[in-house]
T-cell receptor
Framework: AQKITQTQPGMFVQEKEAVTLDCTYD???????LFWYKQPSSGEMIFLIY??????QNATEGRYSLNFQKARKSANLVISASQLGDSAMYFC?????????????FGAGTRLAVHP | DTAVSQTPKYLVTQMGNDKSIKCEQN?????MYWYKQDSKKFLKIMFS???????INETVPNRFSPKSPDKAHLNLHINSLELGDSAVYFC?????????????FGPGTRLTVL
């Protein structure tokens, strides 16, 4: 079964500190993509970062980095130097590449609060 | 320079009515999607179209019918609305072969059925 697990319903972090949001996944597909999205209180879904299962290096996008540990099936999002505007829901998602259909499977999300 | 847009942003209607949500993308992508986000924030795919052809149709009631007049547009029509249809509906688009086919989402349409 294809599944994404985000075990932290809520997290908080002090402004300017780094925070790690956990994500584990379950798939039997040898090839897949992992994604993180941010959903602020305004409701839109914002793409943050992508990691391919065969990528040798961990993905980074500005203050976001993805700590990809394939053997442990984990794809944690690290946000460095947190800002107040980072307060939002964060969703981890996976797309198995078999079947040819681009279907994202989402986790339940983690609500991050950044405190001043 | 809006990438994926949806109208309307909010939709409040009575049970039994029929309503439509429109989606347009100006990214030149070849695939578009509809997702439903329930009250617990859980997101699930409903449909996907690739170049106007339906390629994903999850177990969604027949009352939901997507239509893609061209590859830049994907509309969602819902017949006989029920209370359980209240949710946020997101349109998304992607381009095959680009960044793992990353999907870019519209702003969402909050549907409330009374």
């Amino acid at each position: 079964a294809q599944k994404i697990t985000q075990t932290q319903p809520g997290m908080f972090v002090q402004e300017k500190e780094a925070v790690t949001l956990d994500c584990t996944y379950d798939t039997s597909d040898p090839s897949y993509g992992l994604f993180w999205y941010k959903q602020p209180s305004s409701g839109e879904m914002i793409f943050l970062i992508y990691q391919g299962s065969y990528d040798q290096q961990n993905a980074t996008e500005g203050r976001y980095s993805l700590n990809f540990q394939k053997a442990r099936k984990s794809a944690n999002l690290v946000i460095s130097a947190s800002q107040l505007g980072d307060s939002a829901m964060y969703f981890c998602a996976m797309r198995p590449f078999s079947g040819g259909y681009n279907k994202l499977i989402f986790g339940a999300g983690t609500r991050l609060a950044v405190h001043p | 320079d809006t990438a994926v847009s949806q109208t309307p942003k909010y939709l409040v209607t009575q049970m039994g009515n029929d309503k439509s949500i429109k989606c347009e993308q100006n990214l030149g992508h070849d695939t578009m999607y509809w997702y439903k986000q329930d009250s617990k924030k859980f997101l699930k795919i409903m449909f996907s179209y690739n170049n106007k052809e339906l390629i994903i149709n999850e177990t969604v009631p027949n009352r939901f019918s997507p239509k893609s007049p061209d590859k830049a547009h994907l509309n969602l029509h819902i017949n006989s609305l029920e209370l359980g249809d209240s949710a946020v509906y997101f349109c998304a688009s992607s381009q095959e072969g680009v960044r793992g086919d990353t999907q870019y989402f519209g702003p969402g349409t909050r549907l409330t059925v009374l």
